[in-house]
């Protein structure tokens, strides 16, 4: 299984909302990510976990809350977002071995605040 | 830090033209290349990369990279392009060692008129 899945595909929330993105994998991997992507921008890192553990914040404002129940899952909670927000948020996953990494791709939450 | 550039940031081709798109990463140690594109719409999909062995890569869709270690550069090429092949195109460096997480170049747009 070389698979990132992540739910839900699309989100629409307000302000006020409170709501979580899902992401999982079964490859293993101890590292995974959060990245946010506005249309046409490259992915910008958010959140690394490692070892289950928050290794990097990438400065990242206290409303988005990532959390790592075990080594195949990672959440992320959303509270009192600003329309800015809106965008493809992605998970990724990846393993060292032999000294090289290969990040794989779940196919994004688009989450839209209004 | 490293950087990545792609210098090329809108291209437009019509159908079956030949496609070069520029990579250029400054870091100077071993380094994990790799390929990404998005279509409108949809999410990441890994198109090549390249870790070690023959410089020119072959992936999906009928793309291929060079690369080019005197020249820091991984660029992509495809020989005759469709009007599906419309989508951005990003480059990706992670050094190999440290922290493994992707530098991503600040993507191509690609237009192919039919």
């Given amino acids: 299984d070389t698979e990132v899945t992540q739910t839900p595909k699309h989100l629409v929330?307000?302000?006020?909302?409170?709501?979580?993105?899902?992401?999982?994998?079964?490859?293993?991997h101890r590292a995974m990510y959060w990245y946010k992507q506005k249309a046409k921008k490259p992915p910008e890192l958010m959140f690394v976990y490692s070892y289950e553990k928050l290794?990097?914040?990438e400065s990242v404002p206290s409303r988005f809350s990532p959390e790592c129940p075990n080594s195949s899952l990672l959440n992320l909670h959303l509270h009192a977002l600003?329309?800015?927000?809106?965008?493809?948020?992605?998970?990724?996953?990846?393993?060292?071995?032999?000294?090289?990494?290969?990040?794989?791709?779940?196919?994004?939450?688009?989450?839209?605040?209004? | 830090a490293q950087s990545v550039s792609q210098h090329n940031h809108h291209v437009i081709l019509s159908e079956a033209a030949s496609l070069e798109l520029g990579c250029n990463y400054s870091y100077?140690?071993?380094?994990?290349?790799?390929?990404y594109v998005q279509y409108p719409g949809q999410h990441l999909q890994l198109l090549l990369k390249y870790f070690s062995g023959d410089p020119l890569v072959k992936g999906i869709k009928g793309f291929e990279a060079e690369f080019i270690k005197s020249k820091f550069s991984f660029n992509l090429r495809k020989p005759s392009v469709q009007w599906s092949d419309t989508a951005e195109y990003f480059c990706a460096v992670n050094p190999s060692g440290g922290s493994y997480i992707p530098t991503f170049g600040r993507g191509t747009s690609l237009i192919v008129h039919p």
């Fill in chain 1, 13 to 28: 929330m307000g302000m006020t909302n409170k709501k979580s993105l899902k992401c999982e994998q079964h490859m293993g």
């Fill in chain 1, 55 to 57: 290794s990097i914040n």
């Fill in chain 1, 82 to 114: 600003q329309p800015e927000d809106s965008a493809l948020y992605l998970c990724a996953s990846s393993q060292v071995l032999a000294g090289v990494a290969e990040q794989f791709f779940g196919p994004g939450t688009r989450l839209t605040v209004l």
């Fill in chain 2, 28 to 35: 100077g140690g071993t380094v994990n290349l790799f390929w």
